[in-house]
Structures are given as C-alpha cells and as structure tokens.
C-alpha cells in the first residue's frame, strides 16, 4: 500500500541524529527478537519487519496513536515534505519495528519517488514512539561512487559502507534543526563494537564504560555500522561474522541484521540533542544505470532502430532515433526516427525533441573516412547534459534532480552499441561551465587526433574514460554484448597501461 503525505506539516518534529539499526538488502530479515543461542538468552535489540495484511495492523495502530499525539497525520495527508523536496511519496506495504534495550520503539518506512535517489542514495521516513508520542524524521543514505559500484557488484557488504548518512529537516517553520550529515568512516575511536550478548546495560555508547559500544568498526566519528546476529552476538564487518561460530557455517539459520550506532552526534548542550534508540534500515531498490538499459533493450523497436543504425554506421550521414515513455507511464514507448541536418552530416536535428517528455536517443556517428570517430565526443556529452537540464527546468543539482536515471545518450557502430549514462548529476553538471566544456572538447580533439581512425575499439574506450575520469563527470560509459546484456566499461587501475575492462550487469 502506498500514501501520498501533503507538503503543510504542522507535527513538531525532532531531528536529532539517531543510532541505526538497519537491514541490508543482502539478508531478509524476520524476527530477531527471542531464543536462546550457545545457551545464552538473546537481550539485544528486537527486530521485526511487517509485509502484507501484518504491515497494515502495524499501520493503523500508528496512524491511531498519531491522530492522538498530534494535529498532523502523515497517514491521512497527501505528499510530505522535506527541506528541498516536496510530494515524497511514503511506502507501507513494508515497516520495520526496532525495539532496543531501552524500550525505545523506531519504525522505518521507504520513502519511494525521492529525486535525488538513484544508484547510490536512498531515503527513509523514521517514526519514533516515545513517552506516548510519535515523532518523524527523514533520514538520507550516499554511499560513495567506489563504495556503490562495489556493493552493486557483491564485492562489498553493507555492513562495511563507506559514504554519508544524514539527517534532513522538514519544514523549517516547525523544524528549526539544521540537516546533520555524517561522513562514514570518520575517525576511528577502537573498541570492541556493540555487545549483542546480552551484556548491554544501556550505558553512554560513547563513554566507553561497561556494557555499551565503545566505538570502533567503520564508525564516522560519532557513527559505527555492525552486522547483528540472531544468534545474540554483534560484528564490525563482515569478515568477523563470517569467522566466527554464527557464521562460519556450523551453525546455520540465523537472521542479520545492520547496525547503525549513535554516539554524541550533536553536543549535548544542543537543544535539538536527543537520544531516540535504533532504527532500522530499510533500503530502496536503487535504481542503477544498468536497470535502465536492460528496460531500453526490451523496449519496442530497439532491435530495429539499432540494426537500422549499424546499417548507417559506415555511411556519409548522422543518424537517430529519439526514446520517450508512453504517458503516464516509465515504460519506453517506439522511438521516432529525428531528421538530417541538411547543413552538416555530422549532426542531426533534434531541436524538436528537446522538451522534457524525451529522455533519450541512438545515434550514429560517420565512417572514419568521412571525418566521424567510432566513440562520443563532446557534443554528444553536451546534448545529453542539455537535455537533463530541460528535463530539471534549468535548476541546479540542489534544487531538483528529476529523471537522472532515466536520461541516456547512445552510440552505435557497425559491431558495437555503447550507451552514455548519468551516474552523478552534481558532478555533470560542471559541464553548466562553457569553459569546462571547451576544455574538454580541445583535449578529446586531440587525444581523437593522436590515435587516428584505424585505431582499436579498446584504444578509444580507453582515451575517452581518461578524460571522463580527469574531468570526474560523474558519467558513465556501457556496451551491450552480443548477447544483448550490458557491462560498464572502466579503467583498470591496477594495470599500469590502464586497460578497460568491462563488467557484466546484474
């Protein structure tokens, strides 16, 4: 089930940095909340997720306490907002409840039309039942680009994330808080991470004293992530659970959860200071790069149009098919085919597919022997910043971010199809900067120049990742294979001639 919450909040909302005590996607989590492990009672936190008719009791018995606790009913209202966005949109068919040692109650929800999620970033919608009060808070996650595309490809768990996690104020009529956003990892601080056992006695986690978390695992200063058990014991990454006798397989069936721990985020003397227990993390199906272009590559006529262009690839024109969505729909409906420019081969005309509703174009470039070049050039970076632009009414990254993930720009060659796709729009959009712009187009000239047009397709992946890496665009550069899948393409670091190598899309 999914409520629409409206943009007047009149709740008086605490925002305080919380501790965390979240899932990954990685593991499902049931409940972690009784039974007795290696002979010892389980005491740590209680953790249960609602789907289903579950998911609507849970629903109802906050959406009644609420009513009572305050003039503003996120479950009755239509499109919450927050500092920077409006109409989120909140999700319930899905609520995790975190109890901690300490009775205090968290429920998390997915917030699931954010602008600014996509490959790396996620919101959530945390509730807090205290003293017979409800308060809300939306809670943002960003890993960083290395982080991301090694979580995407089950090199990294999520217990060892690298990247920001904040806090981020509503209105701030009723909010006066200012957004608090942690880096993760910070410094270290040691210790032996949060005590599952059953040892915990609700001490300081910062303090150091008995029974609490003492800092340590990849924690952000004042933030620590940790893999819970079921089995009542607590690690600082996955490599300790794996070896220990919850993990190492001897011992089978047991649920995990992510801890996020908390400690003095805020100083104490500050009046948005609180202390609200865990919350879970409930992460939302992150839209990737790849997720797009496998929807492309299914969508009606591509086969066509990208035979139609491989056919042209050898010629002496530009050609291109230009990609929107059936109305109110994301799915891709036939592309139309976009004219000559009568003037110049190396372009076509696309003036009239510049407004919002077009997300997207093949094209082909000219044979070698015509002046074309069998990789992108500037221009087509430019079209495709140009056309995200539109897509965001001129506004800056930190107003509006609509669309990214579905915004795409295609090359196809006689042998190859290659796609352009936004990965981060903050960093694309220095190309807003003419003398970026020009910058790059004198370098990619020259580099193109340098190798000549009988040069390898592996040698023009690799000049044109150079300069995206040196400019650090925030684009990324994907083929599709013969057998119609997609890999990203990058520079190999660990080679010292910088090889690209391509990997596989999930």
């Not at 709740?11 to 919380?18: E, R, T």
């Not at 100083?267 to 993390?281: T, W, Y």
């Not at 295609?410 to 796709?421: A, H, M, Q, S």
Request: a negative charge; glycine letters at 10%.
């Amino acid at each position: 089930m999914k409520i629409k919450v409206k943009p007047l909040i009149k709740l008086v909302v605490f925002c305080s940095f919380l501790a965390y005590f979240g899932c990954s996607t990685d593991f499902e989590v049931v409940d972690n909340s009784t039974g007795t492990h290696f002979g010892v009672k389980n005491k740590g936190p209680k953790v249960k997720t609602f789907k289903g008719a579950d998911a609507m009791q849970m629903k109802n018995k906050l959406e009644k306490m609420m009513g009572k606790s305050s003039s503003f009913n996120i479950f009755r209202n239509s499109g919450l907002t927050a500092r920077g966005s409006e109409n989120l949109e909140i999700d319930f068919s899905e609520i995790m409840e975190v109890i901690d040692t300490l009775g205090n109650k968290n429920y998390t929800f997915k917030i699931i039309n954010h602008p600014d999620d996509n490959y790396k970033i996620f919101h959530n919608l945390v509730i807090t039942e205290k003293d017979e009060n409800l308060k809300i808070k939306l809670v943002k996650y960003e890993m960083t680009d290395e982080f991301a595309l090694a979580y995407q490809n089950n090199s990294e768990k999520f217990v060892d994330f690298k990247g920001t996690v904040s806090t981020i104020g509503l209105d701030p009529a009723i909010d006066p808080c200012a957004d608090l956003i942690i880096e993760v990892p910070g410094s270290q601080s040691g210790g032996s991470g949060y005590d599952g056992s059953g040892d915990n006695s609700g001490s300081n986690p910062g303090s150091g004293e008995n029974g609490g978390p003492s800092g340590g695992s990849s924690g952000g200063g004042c933030v620590s992530f940790y893999l819970s058990c079921s089995c009542g014991r607590t690690y600082e990454n996955w490599d300790s659970y794996t070896g220990s006798m919850c993990g190492d397989g001897s011992n089978p069936g047991y649920d995990l959860t992510i801890v996020i721990m908390e400690f003095a985020c805020r100083m104490a003397s500050d009046p948005c200071a609180d202390e609200d227990g865990l919350v879970g993390i409930l992460p939302v199906n992150l839209t990737q790069p790849c997720d797009e272009l496998k929807k492309l590559a299914q969508s009606p006529n591509y086969i066509q149009s990208i035979n139609y262009l491989k056919q042209k690839a050898a010629g002496p024109k530009e050609h291109a098919w230009v990609y929107k969505y059936f109305e109110e729909s994301t799915n891709f409906a036939p592309p139309t085919v976009a004219g000559h420019n009568t003037k110049n081969p190396h372009k076509v005309e696309l003036k009239d597919f510049m407004s919002q509703e077009w997300i997207g174009a093949m094209h082909n470039h000219t044979s070698g022997t015509q002046g074309g070049i069998k990789m992108f050039s500037s221009g087509d970076l430019l079209w495709l910043f140009r056309k995200t632009e539109i897509r965001n009414s001129y506004q800056p990254p930190s107003v509006s971010s609509q669309g990214i993930s579905e915004m795409f720009l295609g090359l196809v060659n006689e042998n190859e199809v290659y796609c352009l796709k936004i990965k981060d729009w903050t960093k694309f959009y220095t190309l807003h900067n003419p003398k970026v712009l020009k910058e790059f187009d004198e370098k990619l000239v020259n580099r193109y120049r340098k190798v000549g047009i009988n040069v390898s397709q592996s040698q023009l992946q690799k000049e044109f990742l150079n300069l995206l890496n040196e400019f650090d665009l925030g684009v990324g550069l994907y083929k599709q294979e013969t057998n119609g899948n997609w890999s990203e393409i990058n520079l190999d670091p660990r080679n010292p001639n910088n090889i690209p190598v391509q990997t596989p899309c999930n």
